[in-house]
C-alpha cells in the first residue's frame, strides 16, 4: 500500500520555466512534508519542508505548497536550472521531530530541465 | 548542515557471504538512524529503525535474521547483509536526524551487487 504517490515518473522542462512536481498521500494523520533530490548513486538531500498547520513555504527558487482537504503537494521550481535535473522524492512523516520520526518515500519523478 | 558518513559505497559480494555496512554521524549523536532500501526506478523502502542501545524496529516483511542491526554507540549504525543472494543486490541509504531539526540527513549510499 503505497502511503506516498508520485504519479509522475519524470518530467521534462525548459531551463528558465517553472517545474511543477506532484505528490499525493493517503494517510490524513501525515504532518510533515518534505522534498529530496537525489543524484544517481547518491544519498538524498533535503530541499524544503512543510508543516501541515501551514499551506505554503518558500525557499528561494523552491516553494512547497499543501493542500490537506485533496491530501495533495507540489513543488514548484522557478526559474529551473539544468543543474536542478534530479529525482526528487516527496516524503511524509506523521509524529515528526517526535519519537518515531519515519519518513514515508515516494516513487519518485525523474526531473530533465533542458538547456 | 550535518554529516552522515556511509561506508563503503559500494561493495560486490559472492552469493552466500555476508556484507556489513556502516553508517556514522560525524558531527552529531544520534539515537536513532534509520535504513532505506532503494531498488531501481522505484521508492526508498524504509526497512528499520536503528535505536542505540536497544533492537532495531523492522518494517513488515524485512527479514530480522536477514538484515542484521546494531547501533552500538551514538554515532555509529551497522547494517549487515547475512546470507547474501543476488535479489539483496540494491541500493542501501541510511540516514539521521540530529537533536531538534526538521530533516534527516542521509548517508551517501551503498550500492551492493552479489553475485
Known amino acids: 500500500d503505497q502511503q506516498v504517490k508520485q504519479n509522475s515518473p519524470s518530467l521534462s522542462v525548459q531551463e528558465g520555466r517553472i517545474s511543477i512536481l506532484n505528490c499525493d498521500y493517503t494517510?490524513?494523520?501525515?504532518?510533515?512534508f518534505l522534498w529530496y533530490k537525489k543524484y544517481p548513486a547518491e544519498g538524498p538531500t533535503f530541499l524544503i519542508s512543510?508543516?501541515?498547520?501551514?499551506d505554503k513555504n518558500e525557499d528561494g527558487r523552491f516553494t512547497v505548497f499543501l493542500n490537506k482537504s485533496a491530501k495533495h503537494l507540489s513543488l514548484h521550481i522557478v526559474p529551473s536550472q539544468p543543474g536542478d535535473s534530479a529525482v526528487y522524492f516527496c516524503?511524509?512523516?506523521?509524529?515528526?521531530?517526535?519519537?518515531?520520526?519515519?519518513?514515508?518515500f515516494g516513487t519518485g519523478t525523474l526531473l530533465a530541465v533542458q538547456p | 548542515g550535518a554529516v552522515v558518513s556511509q561506508h563503503p559505497s559500494r561493495v560486490i559480494c559472492k552469493s552466500g557471504t555476508s556484507v556489513k555496512i556502516e553508517c556514522r554521524s560525524l558531527?552529531?549523536?544520534?539515537?536513532?538512524m534509520f535504513w532505506y532500501r532503494q531498488f531501481p526506478k522505484k521508492s526508498l523502502m524504509l526497512m528499520a529503525t536503528?535505536?542505540?542501545?536497544?533492537?532495531?524496529?523492522?518494517e513488515q516483511g524485512v527479514e530480522k535474521d536477514k538484515f542484521l542491526i546494531n547501533h552500538a554507540s551514538l554515532t555509529l549504525s551497522t547494517l549487515t547483509v547475512t546470507s547474501a543472494h543476488p535479489e539483496d543486490s540494491s541500493f542501501y541509504i541510511c540516514?539521521?536526524?540530529?537533536?531538534?531539526?526538521?530533516?534527516?540527513?542521509f548517508g551517501q549510499g551503498t550500492r551492493l551487487t552479489v553475485v
Open positions: 540516514s539521521a536526524f540530529t537533536g531538534g531539526d526538521t530533516e534527516a540527513f
Open positions: 494517510n490524513s494523520m501525515f504532518d510533515y
Open positions: 512543510i508543516s501541515s498547520i501551514k
Open positions: 516524503a511524509a512523516s506523521q509524529d515528526y521531530g517526535g519519537a518515531t520520526n519515519k519518513l514515508i
Open positions: 558531527d552529531f549523536q544520534a539515537t536513532t
Open positions: 536503528s535505536n542505540e542501545g536497544s533492537k532495531a524496529t523492522y
